[in-house]
């Protein structure tokens, strides 16, 4: 399931009705929230499962991948699978 | 930093949140009922279907002031449209009807309205309410109590209490605090969407559309929501289909047995919130702690109905920490224990029993029987002779 590579989480700010179903299906511990009622976006998610893009209602939740060198990043294509 | 004292800090201001400040209140505690958000019930992540005793029976008076429609019963659809119809008018006509000496047998509430309304009754009850407050984290003293820490606008407050109460929904931090096993998985979290329409026909009934076609894992519903509106909506469990939530909504529109009925729609509000169809939480408690309401998962794992649960819960919490607190026990998991037994035995074999009945509905590997089962389970469920007793 986690493909163990960190990844940044990008939120599609309109699309998003604030359910909060990322952050109830989030395995992280507490604090991995974004101000409003989403899953954190200025981290990275060390965890990577991408659960909370599976269960976003309107499949507004996409990643990018943190290469493990901090050589920059490297950017997936929105709904690719993980 | 300023520090306050109070008997209770509540996290979360819904339903369960509020029921329980108010009878912990009712009950003579000092309490305090924070809420991060400016304006509760919003965003609205619930269809607001509760049964009319689900209301009495934790003493809410039926006000027009929050509800949007009265219910007298069900529609049970399967995958083709054929339906089992369970109107309560007809079956106790003694009980439930429109006249002066009937009534309703549910409601579907305004959620913006009845959480506020839920909300004032606590604070008239002599709660503290502080809205634009966030829980930040706790730390249990033991026997003495515990620390909360909160940020109401942008003021940090320490508060000096005896118990936490985390009713801060399925997203609950507040569990996450006290390091407590609230993760929920992918397979029983139903991720659910929501059109309010017009231009939608609906009689007073909840109807319920079952199949895999239009819901896998869940079900659809349309619900008549007061001013002839309607509420459109379902809930899919991600790991059987390839599409989103909207997705499915769509399909259910365009190309169901209700299409000609939804071909005028038009979308007046957009929502939608993970609803688990899963067993409560194994272990709600802890050092001076308590979960209640979703964050406990307190929900029906048939209906994914949450409103009813929550009150109830609501209630029991707050008279036993009451009992608890004003036996001058001190508030440790070993005494905290005693909160989840009580729910246990009002509530909680019940949801252990049904979530046993879904689990066992969703195994079933051919689809066309697993259809035949849920349909079968959700007429028998809303039935008046329902061998489910109704939670």
């Given amino acids: 399931m986690s493909n163990k590579i960190p990844v940044l989480f990008s939120i599609g700010w309109n699309a998003c009705i604030n359910c909060g179903a990322c952050v109830a299906i989030c395995p992280q511990e507490a604090g991995f929230i974004s101000p409003f009622d989403t899953i954190a976006v200025d981290r990275p998610c060390d965890i990577a499962c991408l659960l909370c893009e599976d269960i976003c209602p309107v499949s507004t939740i996409t990643h990018q991948q943190i290469s493990l060198s901090g050589q920059g990043t490297e950017i997936t294509t929105p709904g690719t699978p993980s | ?391």
């Fill in chain 2, 1 to 391: 930093m300023t520090t306050k004292q109070y008997d209770l800090v509540v996290v979360g201001s819904g339903p369960a949140g509020s029921t329980t400040a108010y009878f912990a209140a009712q009950a003579g505690l000092r309490v305090l009922l924070v809420d991060k958000r400016q304006e509760l019930g919003a965003p609205i992540q619930c269809s607001g279907a509760i049964s009319r005793h689900g209301l009495t029976s934790v003493g809410i008076e039926i006000d027009a002031e929050y509800i949007h429609q009265p219910i007298y019963g069900f529609r049970i659809l399967n995958e083709e449209g054929l339906e089992k119809r369970i109107d309560y008018r007809q079956l106790k006509p003694t009980e439930y009807g429109e006249a002066e000496d009937q009534v309703p047998l549910g409601y579907v509430v305004d959620r913006r309205r009845f959480d506020r309304y839920l909300m004032r009754r606590a604070e008239r009850a002599g709660v503290d309410v502080w809205l634009k407050t966030e829980g930040l984290g706790y730390e249990s003293r033991g026997a003495a109590g515990c620390t909360v820490k909160v940020k109401r606008f942008d003021e940090e407050i320490e508060i000096q209490a005896k118990v936490l109460v985390g009713a801060d929904g399925l997203q609950s931090q507040v569990g996450r605090w006290a390091g407590m096993q609230t993760h929920i998985r992918i397979n029983e979290l139903a991720s659910c969407l929501q059109f309010i329409v017009d231009r939608v026909e609906a009689e007073p009934l909840l109807e319920i559309v079952t199949g895999h076609e239009w819901a896998p894992g869940g079900y659809a519903w349309v619900f008549p929501k007061g001013e002839g509106y309607a509420e459109i909506g379902l809930g899919v469990i991600p790991t059987m289909t390839d599409h989103d939530a909207r997705w499915h909504v769509d399909h259910f529109m365009r190309s169901s047995f209700f299409k000609e009925r939804f071909a005028d729609a038009r979308i007046l509000e957009v929502q939608g919130g993970g609803v688990p169809l899963a067993a409560p939480l194994r272990q709600q408690y802890a050092d001076n702690l308590i979960l209640v309401g979703d964050a406990a998962r307190h929900v029906n794992p048939i209906t994914g109905g949450g409103l009813h649960t929550a009150v109830s819960a609501g209630e029991i919490a707050g008279t036993f920490l009451a009992e608890l607190i004003n036996n001058g026990v001190s508030p440790l998991a070993s005494e905290l224990k005693g909160y989840q037994d009580r729910w246990y035995e009002a509530m909680g074999r019940q949801m252990w029993r049904l979530y046993e009945t879904k689990s066992e509905i969703f195994r079933i590997k051919d689809i066309p029987e697993r259809n035949r089962q849920l349909y079968a389970t959700m007429s028998e469920y809303f039935s008046p002779d329902s061998q489910y007793k109704k939670i």
